[in-house]
């Protein structure tokens, strides 16, 4: 009985992704819901506008529903004890990669639906954003994004600050966020460096 208590929910959930493949889902089906809830919501937005949110909402539910898969497989093998969880994220990020494309390639034989790469790789962003932090421990994984993200922020923050000074358009709060980012990757640096 913990055998399939353990392997049921992946199983299970992997048959739910699949199964949004079919023509039940398409972007015109799920729009007939989500749309008029968007509009309600957003009422400023225009048609069109209304359709690039549908399409983001629609891309964002892909990373959740293929985070999802990813946990469940991970807590499978974390249970069962099969594998250690370095090796159980590399197979989580194999099992979500191939039911990715075995999704896509379901999607491009339904007449509503279309395949398609670009979708492969947000599946598998979503299980990344579970199997990365999983194999290189939760705290090394916060390190990890937190400093990626200051290097976004000071990289980044420079260049809008480049674009916004050449189109004459002042910096606002980035002549702030973009020192502050710095100095916290320079305090990190120096905090990390062996004495």
Do not use: C
């Amino acid at each position: 009985m913990k055998r399939l208590a353990t392997w049921l929910p992946p199983l299970v959930w992997t048959a739910v992704v699949l199964s949004l493949s079919s023509a039940t889902f398409s972007a015109d089906n799920t729009g007939s819901v989500i749309r008029p809830i968007l509009a309600w919501l957003l009422p400023w937005l225009s048609p069109a506008a209304l359709d690039t949110v549908h399409g983001l909402v629609r891309k964002a539910a892909h990373v959740v529903e293929y985070a999802v898969l990813a946990a469940l497989w991970l807590r499978a093998f974390a249970r069962s004890g099969a594998v250690r969880v370095p090796a159980a994220a590399w197979l989580t990020l194999l099992i979500g990669v191939v039911v990715a494309v075995l999704d896509e390639a379901h999607q491009s034989t339904v007449p509503s639906r279309t395949g398609s790469v670009r979708d492969v790789v947000i599946d598998t962003a979503g299980v990344l954003l579970v199997a990365v932090p999983a194999r290189l421990g939760w705290a090394r994984a916060v390190t990890v994004a937190t400093g990626l993200l200051l290097w976004v922020g000071v990289v980044g923050g420079l260049g809008a600050l480049a674009l916004g000074l050449t189109a004459g358009v002042g910096g606002g709060v980035l002549w702030l966020t973009v020192p502050v980012a710095a100095a916290a990757l320079v305090y990190r640096r120096r905090k990390s460096a062996p004495r």
